[in-house]
């Protein structure tokens, strides 16, 4: 009998193949997993299942011989309420396993890869963690929640050899990667500004309210982690984790990780030369929050600026968008985002460019997981839509953005060091402080 991970290796023409791109719905996709034996299936295990960490899941069960076998998550309420709804998706959630601490579903022998849908500031320890285990990694973004981080989990890939798979899921939208190749096409012109902005009127800071003890079933202790340890308080917990410095920062990582990396892609381009920030708490100065509600980032490049632009609360972005990104071009300007792509022409331009409006056409979600599955199987890591390298790579420059407004300072980076030129900067901000007794991995 073959082993599973033959099984995988030797599947890789099923996943590559036209089945995962047929859009069959789920219920379909449960015929053929009932034909193939349980040993052969690609097992999964799903650390932190709150937010896109379930979503993930749901992508995942989409594509043939995928199985769930383990959820963690430090909130038993939350695994209570997942269960049921794979029980609704006609799943039978007795035989998935469950978890309060991720060390113990990394012991588990069947599981092949794991979901990492944890509030940032857990990412880097589960992921080399789950490397180290030998299982294969689909980790959410911003992959780490600090530049050190960030290059911690890229040599730890390095080193286990695990395929691991950013959760930047616009890498595997067929407009997207138009778009891209539209401007990298030339017929845009000298391309001088790329703006990235980020403006989302549902997204707002919870109120103030006072500290209280954890709910019941939380496990609060563990949710902090590498943390420092502060009273628990409901407008920093779940989904309001992002606006506070020791677990993420704000909409600069949560959405600009997303849009910053087709800036950087269009234009093929390293790590910035220097960056600059203004912002602050200008909307919301009584609710609950660290980060900025409204920022303005320069990045410095050869030949030409990155701008990003983030505001929450409202709607009312560049070019009537929330959220997108512009590649202004002499000739003309392509405008990018989730919606689909256009092109407006200069007026003044004598070189005339074709002017097409595309709409999004598939499930970008969907492609991306049928990506990391197909590789998983084949081990071509070159096939990878978003290995942890490319993750490292935009998620340090969104690090290197809140740096600049953390410190008031126009930053410069030296990319041979790895590090900005600035030491005092270095010492407080390359890597986040561990606390609790947890330590980053020296890989």
Known sequence: MHSRRDFIQKSALIAGGTLLGTGVQQQAFAIFKNRIAPSDQLNIGAIGINGMGWADVTAALKVPGVNLVAICDVDKNVMDNRMNDYAKMNYDASKVKRYDDYRKLLEQKDIDAVIIGTPDHWHALIMIAACQAGKDVYVEKPVGNSIGECRAMVAAQQKYNKVVQGGQWQRSQQHFKDAVDFVQGGQLGNIRTVKVWCYQGWMKPAIITPDTTPPPGVDYASWLGPAKTVPFNAG????????????????????????????????????????????????????????????????????????????????????????????????????????????????????????????????????????????????????????????????????????????GKKLEWNDAEHQFTDHAINKQYLMKEYHNGYKLPVI
């Open 236 to 407: 920093r917990f779940h989904f309001n984790f992002r606006w506070f410095w020791d677990y993420a920062g704000g909409l600069m990582t949560d959405w600009g990780v997303h849009l910053l990396d087709y800036g950087l892609l269009g234009m093929k381009s390293p790590i910035p030369k220097s960056v600059s920030a203004l912002g602050g708490r200008f909307a919301y100065p009584d609710l609950f929050e660290e980060t900025p509600d409204t920022l303005t980032t320069l990045y410095e490049f050869e030949g030409f600026n990155m701008v990003w632009d983030s505001a929450m609360g409202i709607d009312n972005g560049s070019y009537n968008r929330d959220h997108g990104i512009a590649f202004i071009g002499n000739n003309g300007t392509l405008i990018l985002n989730r919606g689909g792509w256009e092109v407006i022409e200069e007026r003044q331009s004598k070189n005339k460019v074709v002017k097409p409006f595309v709409e999004k056409s598939d499930n970008g979600l969907d492609k991306h997981w049928e990506n990391f599955v197909s590789v998983v199987k084949s081990r071509k890591m070159e096939d990878l839509h978003c290995p942890i390298q490319a993750g490292a790579h935009v998620a340090t420059v969104a690090q290197m953005g809140n740096i600049a407004y953390r410190s």
